[in-house]
């Protein structure tokens, strides 16, 4: 399966600061990622597809302008939390799609970030 | 009513015992299936992955789709303490751009 990292891991800023997260697929072109957002004890939800030269799809509820999505290149995609709450304080994970017959998403190890 | 059903658990089992995992689900358009075990503060991994209905072996892990019953199981033969994790079944619609609907995930405890 496809290897994904993600930087950082962990991250605590202040309130009403900017933070960027990077998802690199280290060992494959990947066209589209996927970011999802998943609070304790609950299951992942998706926040938007990212297609490599092109803008975001984002679901529906989740703030364009407050999480913006860049996938300039096909082994990199940054999402940044802008003026960042405590209530955006969460585990954000991205996922590559591997679309070689299987169709499969493989994910990053996930980044935490805490909004003091 | 949510699109795809899983029981939260905690599910204990002892060590070496077989874990049974399910979903259930409610849009018949979906057509891959897939299984993935998440340990705390980590990225899901993808475990099993399946097209259509059937089965699916790989080692210890065998996955079931039923489509006609619109359920979906995993099992764990020989289940190891470090199968403990948070599992979770997934599904995509072919053409849904790949969008995946997760279940909420069961907890598995393996006592040794």
């Known amino acids: 399966g496809a290897v994904v990292s993600q930087h950082p891991s962990w991250v605590i800023c202040k309130s009403g600061t900017s933070v960027k997260i990077e998802c690199r697929s280290l060992d494959f072109q990947a066209t589209t990622m996927f970011w999802y957002r998943q609070f304790p004890k609950q299951s992942l939800m998706l926040m938007a597809t990212s297609n490599e030269g092109s803008k975001a799809t984002y679901e529906q509820g989740v703030e364009k302008d407050k999480f913006l999505i860049n996938h300039a290149s096909l082994t990199l995609s940054t999402l940044t939390v802008t003026s960042a709450h405590p209530e955006d304080s969460s585990f954000y994970i991205c996922?590559?799609?591997?679309?070689?017959?299987?169709?499969?998403?493989?994910f990053g190890p996930g980044t935490r970030l805490l909004v003091l | 009513q949510k699109e795809v059903e899983q029981d939260p658990g905690p599910l204990s089992v002892p060590e070496g015992a077989i874990v049974s995992l399910n979903c259930t689900y409610s849009n018949s358009a979906f057509q891959y299936f897939m299984w993935y075990r998440q340990y705390s503060r980590k990225g899901p991994e993808l475990l099993m992955y399946t097209y259509s209905s059937g089965n699916k072996e790989d080692g210890r892990f065998t996955a079931q789709v039923d489509k006609s019953s619109k359920y979906i199981s995993l099992f764990i033969r020989d289940s190891q303490p470090s199968d403990s994790a948070t599992y979770l079944c997934?599904?995509?619609?072919?053409?849904?751009?790949?969008?995946?609907?997760f279940g909420g995930g069961t907890r598995v405890l393996v006592k040794p």
């Open positions: 996922s590559v799609l591997q679309a070689s017959g299987s169709e499969t998403q493989y």
């Open positions: 997934a599904m995509s619609v072919e053409a849904a751009g790949n969008k995946l609907t």
